[in-house]
């Protein structure tokens, strides 16, 4: 049975915003090619696993550790057939050689994808601290880096991040050559829409919506002036195979809904 056959099964459900998310995620693989998925979260998990068994069967996945999986096993299931080694130097080298395309979290992010996760207030003092910048900076210049962020809000969406870990347009071009040579970012998903960076300066706009949302909900939830369409899209809404896989194989524990709410 093909995997987008339009098979449903006894499940005919309408899709949840949960999984409209979920393919959000899956679009930012298409036409990947051979490089490997990074997805930091549950729903770009699960939207990476779905991208495999569709429309992107050359990408790469890990269990999550050091191996690289030639099956696609549920989440949180042992892959059955192991294809490679993938050590951490091996990691490494992909990243630094853009070999890979990276779907990070963000604390806060701005206008121009910068993207915060070491901190929350000044420099000197801040009053939160958190993941620390760990591998941003090197992801966002040497590889594709798209974002997921399940609560859109104000706090996350920020007019200025408290500190650059992940690297944005603006950023990048003041840098020079050097940074905007392989700086791309895709794109954003949250649970309320998609968005990108197609504007003339390269700041945020408004891709799609997803169902249920307007943009005056986006634009609320959002703490800077977003780059809007005169007409704004619904994200696409998974097909009935697709729903299948995600409910039946990759997820048959609704692990997406704890991540987004309802």
């Not at 994808?113 to 966002?140: D, H, K």
């Not at 210049?141 to 870990?165: A, G, K």
């Amino acid at each position: 049975m093909s995997a987008t056959d339009g098979t449903t099964g006894t499940d005919d459900a309408p899709a949840t915003r949960a999984e409209h998310c979920v393919v959000a995620c899956a679009e930012q693989w298409r036409d990947a090619g051979e490089v490997l998925a990074s997805p930091m979260g549950t729903v770009p998990l699960i939207g990476a696993r779905l991208a495999r068994l569709t429309f992107a069967p050359d990408l790469l996945l890990t269990d999550g550790e050091a191996l690289l999986m030639a099956d696609v096993p549920a989440v949180g299931a042992p892959p059955r057939v192991v294809e490679g080694w993938l050590p951490y130097r091996q990691h490494l080298a992909l990243v630094a050689t853009g070999r890979r395309h990276v779907m990070m979290g963000a604390s806060q992010i701005d206008r121009y994808g910068n993207q915060n996760i070491s901190c929350v207030g000044a420099w000197e003092r801040p009053f939160r601290q958190l993941l620390g910048v760990r591998g941003a900076p090197v992801n966002t210049l040497n590889n594709p880096t798209s974002y997921w962020i399940p609560r859109h809000s104000r706090r996350v969406f920020v007019e200025r991040v408290d500190m650059v870990c992940g690297v944005g347009h603006d950023r990048a071009a003041a840098a020079g050559p050097s940074a905007t040579r392989h700086h791309r970012l895709p794109g954003v998903v949250s649970d309320l829409g998609v968005f990108d960076f197609e504007t003339p300066d390269r700041t945020m706009r408004l891709r799609s919506l997803h169902p249920g949302v307007t943009v005056a909900q986006v634009r609320e939830a959002t703490g800077f002036e977003l780059a809007v369409p005169d007409e704004v899209p619904y994200t696409r809404t998974p097909t009935a195979g697709e729903l299948r896989l995600i409910r039946r194989e990759i997820d048959p524990k609704g692990l997406r809904d704890r991540e987004v709410r309802p």
